[in-house]
T-cell receptor, first 116, second 114 residues
């Protein structure tokens, strides 16, 4: 089946630094990827939708300058948390829409970001 | 716009007992429905989905769900749970046509006790 590989699984960074999270579709082309943020014991909050070769669409309230999304190829989308602060600590998950597979979505394994 | 309600935030159950996790949705159009499972510090894994046809959908790990249009529900069931089923379960809905972005419920934590 369709697999999305997300790296890193865990990252600890200092306040003020930037962190990049990668999501790769391994055996299919992902024209659209979704980036979610999940707080403890809560549901997934959609942050943005990225489309290959175009600018990402951000949800209301999500700072596009802080959460930079790049989807330069059909198999790679990245989320960069810039000038990270402790309040950015969270679990980030990417997801790709799998065309031709009955409208399924496949998820990455998530990235636990801790900003100290 | 669509919405999903998972009434139970936590469901404790003993091993080998049956379980039902409830999901109700709201939408003005026809929908696709999904159940996902999330183990600690992992992404979401698709358990099953309803697109059309038979209202009883069977998924992986012995789970099944029944689509009830009149009650706008899509409850998840398993006749006998295992310790390994302890996880967070999310119901999701997506409208036919229009936006293809799914809406997730807040999740139900299934806790299986020995």
């Amino acid at each position: 089946g369709a697999v999305v590989s997300q790296h890193p699984s865990r990252v600890i960074c200092k306040s003020g630094t930037s962190v990049k999270i990668e999501c790769r579709s391994l055996d299919f082309q992902a024209t659209t990827m979704f980036w979610y943020r999940q707080f403890p014991k809560q549901s997934l909050m959609l942050m943005a939708t990225s489309n290959e070769g175009s600018k990402a669409t951000y949800e209301q309230g999500v700072e596009k300058d802080k959460f930079l999304i790049n989807h330069a190829s059909l198999t790679l989308s990245t989320l960069t948390v810039t000038s990270a602060h402790p309040e950015d600590s969270s679990f980030y998950i990417c997801s790709a829409r799998v065309q031709g597979e009955n409208y399924g979505y496949t998820f990455g394994s998530g990235t636990r970001l801790t900003v100290v | 716009a669509q919405s999903v309600t998972q009434l139970d935030s936590q469901v404790p159950v003993f091993e080998e007992a049956p379980v039902e996790l409830r999901c109700n949705y709201s939408s003005s159009v026809s929908v696709y429905l999904f159940w996902y499972v999330q183990y600690p510090n992992q992404g979401l894994q698709l358990l099953l989905k309803y697109l059309s046809g038979s209202t009883l959908v069977k998924g992986i790990n012995g789970f099944e769900a029944e689509f009830n249009k009149s009650q706008t529900s899509f409850h998840l069931r398993k006749p006998s749970v295992h310790i390994s089923d302890t996880a967070e379960y999310f119901c999701a809905v997506r409208n036919l046509g229009g936006s293809y972005i799914p809406t997730f419920g807040r999740g139900t934590s299934l806790i299986v006790h020995p």
